[in-house]
Every structure is written in C-alpha cells, then in structure tokens.
C-alpha cells in the first residue's frame, strides 16, 4: 500500500500556471506507476497524465496535451503535474493515484489522494 497527498491546487485566471504535487508514503514509491485524474462537479472522474515508475514513460489527454507535464522524483516519493495555460475547463478537483499495473482507466487504480481543487476563471 501507498498513501498519497496531493498539493498545490488554487483559484487563477485563464492562462496562468500551476503545479500540483503528489507525494507518497509507504511502499516503495518506484513501483508504482502514477496518474493524475480529474472529476468536474457532475462529471465522472477522468484522465489527466500518466508516468510509468522510472518516469522514462508518460502519456496524455488529448485535453491537455502540450499544456500540462507530468515528472516524477523516486528519491523524494513524489510526483508533479506543471500545469500551463490553464483554461476555465481545467476546473476540477485534482487526484494523483498510485497502480502497478494502471493507465488510463481510474478502475485500474488502487491507491488514491484526497484531491486538491483547481479553479480557473476567464
């Protein structure tokens, strides 16, 4: 098992940045491969980015893509998300979740934060 915090979330206006971190306790951290979701209020939780546990691997949205980055520090347990640009529709909250053998799908996601919320106004 690993616990994860996720931190960094805020109120900006469209086109600012911000960046989001993720750090882990328990396990060992470079396992796991890591991802970051996010759930609008009335909308089903959906996927952000992705790295694998060496963090030579990452994968993103099409809704993000070219804007957001997602990295990894194993030897500091933790794992960010540089948000650029944002937009109005990047509000959400926030999840990094923690899986061997997760991708894309949250179902494949065991270990999950408490969120960090994210407000972008135009």
């Known amino acids: 098992q690993v616990q994860l915090v996720e931190s960094g979330g805020g109120s900006v206006q469209a086109g600012d940045s911000l960046r989001l971190s993720c750090a882990a306790s328990?396990?060992?951290?470079?396992?796991?491969?890591i991802g970051w979701f996010r759930q609008a209020p009335g909308k089903r939780r959906e996927f952000v980015a992705h790295i694998s546990m060496s963090g030579d691997n990452t994968y993103y949205s099409d809704s993000v893509k070219g804007r957001f980055t997602i990295s990894r520090d194993n030897a500091k347990n933790t794992v960010w998300l540089q948000m650029n640009s944002l937009k109005p529709e990047d509000t959400a909250v926030y999840y990094c979740a923690a899986s061997e053998y997760g991708f894309t799908l949250p179902s494949g996601y065991l270990n999950w934060g408490q969120g960090t919320q994210v407000t972008v106004s135009a």
């Open positions: 328990g396990r060992a951290f470079g396992t796991y491969n």
